[in-house]
């Protein structure tokens, strides 16, 4: 059941990473001459579908794998605080002119940000609490983090900043360069790792976490590698791609009936079924909105939002009788 | 072979929830723990399954102490079943039975011939077979008591800790329920349980162990232990304790002090 949901999800992802390096703003295909065709497919297109597929990659599946730990179909990747960190990192980064005088600054601002944040997490729930005191310190540093944003947005030094803060906190995939793949790839690809051998852990917590720390789980290992692993997944992919939401509660929840609800077998299809998201909704968005007027994290939210309604209508009838 | 508390303490913040605890268990026995609300009888429990680790005193498997075993291998040799219930996800009746062979599994490792037999036999034993493929979010409470019980069976430990496993359960299924831990003790397993059912207890135990304030108060036959007289002591009851068509009864008549 577990490599069905794999399989038709993997097939979508690759289907979403073709249509990103074919698909451009003009429609399907590439420029004529072969020196810019070249030129657009490496240094535009590829680096735009590599990124989308590693961002939506980390949201699915930290997603996937936080709902498992904490127990809750709500839990998702802003939940810890870690994206808002990132956010505000990069904020940051725009308000004192950084990114403006060297482009890096931005997504590098974003993973200093997330780096704080998550130490500040750690710092606040320790690594042996319970999983209650972990959403109250993602709580605690989303909400700090969001103030510090609008701080930022309020005492932007003038009107062109601020819209660059909005616009960039809207999340995005244009512009990006291989550049931003190196910065972020490694720090992703690390994560993921991490969070995908929790499958086992997250299989035995079903049952609650004394009768899985009979079946051979170590909370603190488990905390341990949910933490970090979302940290660097997350933290990585908004310090590139601005925030970019419903990706990871979505993703783990449409998936979810298609391997039995099992925690852990959903580590897997919801990293695939992440990226497939993030690559459809940035092609969709180059082919019906192709001068960037609409933003990545914009539709997200705006596909994100009532396919969820419509999650929840489910659910309350199959409840109902 | 035995699983020994000696001398142990367990504190829990300020308060002081065991006390100089001396309790073991051998295979072969069926030890029922018995005593009020918030006499200890859980933490003594969590204790011995290496939930826990005591303050002072220490808890031995097999002559080692628990924390020297991994989490793994401790989880071949000592199955616990926790009194809590839930299970998060509606997952398969099945799946929940072979979350039980996962201490057997090494990661490379699928679950085996063996693990197979084991989750089968597991749920025939405990009437849930026919559920297999069901999810355990549209069973009743006492069905999926059978289910959690099975994960613990399917598990093959030497040592069995069940907390309170009958709670909830109608009278048959809680018969069903001691005549397989009776089962388990006879084949050569350990078993303690916590329960509230005096006469199961004093029925199916082949010890009963009387817990009261953290302390263990006493410790024996059934029948020496369930007396009128430590009755009135751990649970501050008037009870008549009697026996009817040989098997034993206790109906408590009145409560001797008032709930403070």
């Known amino acids: 059941m577990t490599s069905r949901a794999s399989l038709l999800a993997l097939a979508l992802a690759v289907l979403g990473f073709a249509a990103s390096l074919a698909i451009g703003p003009e429609g399907a295909g590439l420029p004529g001459a072969a020196d810019a065709a070249r030129m657009v497919l490496i240094e535009i297109r590829l ?108 005492l932007s030094p003038n009107p062109f900043a601020s819209v660059e803060i909005m616009v960039w906190l809207m999340g995005s995939l ?65 310090a590139v791609a601005g925030s970019i939401g419903f990706v990871g509660l979505v993703v783990p929840h449409l998936l979810r009936p298609l391997v039995g609800e099992s925690p852990g077998g959903l580590l897997w299809p919801s990293l695939f079924g992440g990226a497939a998201l993030v690559l459809l909704a940035d092609v969709a968005l180059r082919l019906f909105a192709p001068y960037g007027d609409l933003r990545l994290g914009v539709l997200t939210a705006l596909i994100g939002a009532p396919f969820f309604l419509w999650l929840v209508l489910q659910k309350r009838s199959e409840m109902a009788p | 072979m035995s699983l020994v508390c000696e001398h142990a303490d367990v504190r829990l913040g300020e308060r002081s929830v065991l006390t100089d605890l001396d309790f073991s268990i051998k295979p072969g026995e069926l030890v029922a723990v018995v005593g009020a609300n918030g006499a200890g009888k859980s933490t003594a429990l969590r204790l011995m399954a290496g939930l826990l680790t005591p303050q002072s005193g220490r808890v031995l498997l097999d002559g080692q ?28 009746v099945e799946r929940v039975v072979a979350l039980g062979r996962l201490p057997h599994k090494s990661i490379a490792s699928g679950i085996g011939e063996a693990g197979k037999r084991a989750v089968a036999d597991a749920m025939a034993r405990m009437d849930v077979a026919h559920l297999a493929q069901r999810s355990v979010a549209r069973l009743s409470g006492g069905e999926r008591a059978r289910v959690l019980f099975a994960r613990a069976l399917a598990q093959e430990a030497t040592y069995l800790i069940a907390d309170e ?96």
């Not at chain 1, 929790?198 to 917590?205: C, I, S, V, Y």
């Not at chain 2, 991994?70 to 009194?83: D, F, H, I, N, V």
Request: overall charge neutral; proline content about 4%.
């Open chain 1, 47 to 154: 680096p735009r579908a590599i990124l989308g597929a590693l961002v939506g990659a980390a949201l699915g599946l930290a997603g996937a794998a936080l709902q498992g730990y904490l127990r809750n179909p709500l839990a998702e990747p802003g939940l810890l605080g870690i994206s808002g960190g990132a956010a505000l990192g990069a904020v940051t980064a725009i308000h004192s002119g950084l990114a403006g005088a060297f482009a890096l600054a931005l997504p590098l601002g974003g993973l200093v940000g997330a780096s704080v944040a998550a130490i500040a997490i750690v710092a606040l729930a320790g690594m042996s609490g319970s999983t209650t005191s972990l959403i109250l310190a993602g709580v605690a540093v989303s909400a700090i983090t969001a103030a510090l944003t609008t701080l930022a947005l309020n």
């Open chain 2, 65 to 92: 102490a628990l924390s020297g075993y991994s989490r793994q291998a401790l989880g071949q040799k000592l199955a616990y079943l926790p009194q809590d219930r839930t299970v998060h996800w509606g997952l398969a």
């Open chain 2, 165 to 260: 496993p009958t709670a909830g359960l109608d009278p048959a299924h809680a018969l069903i329920l001691f005549e397989e831990l009776q089962r388990l003790s006879r084949e050569g397993k350990a078993v303690v349980t916590a329960l509230h059912d005096l006469s199961l207890a004093a029925r199916y135990a082949t010890r009963v162990a009387l817990f009261k304030d953290g302390r263990c108060i006493a410790d024996g036959q059934p029948t020496e232990v369930l007396s009128s007289e430590h009755l009135a002591d751990a649970f501050g009851i008037d009870a008549i304790v009697s026996q009817v068509e040989g098997f034993p009864v206790f109906l408590p008549r009145a409560a001797l002090r008032k709930l403070t």
């Open chain 1, 174 to 238: 244009t512009d990006r360069s291989l550049v931003h793949v190196w910065l972020a790839a490694p720090l992703i690809l690390v994560g993921l790792a991490m969070l995908l051998t929790t499958g086992r852990d997250l299989e035995a917590l079903s049952l609650g976490e004394e009768a899985a720390q009979n079946l051979g789980v170590d909370p603190q290992v488990l905390r341990f590698k949910i933490i970090a692993g979302a940290a660097l997944a997350v933290g990585a992919a908004t």
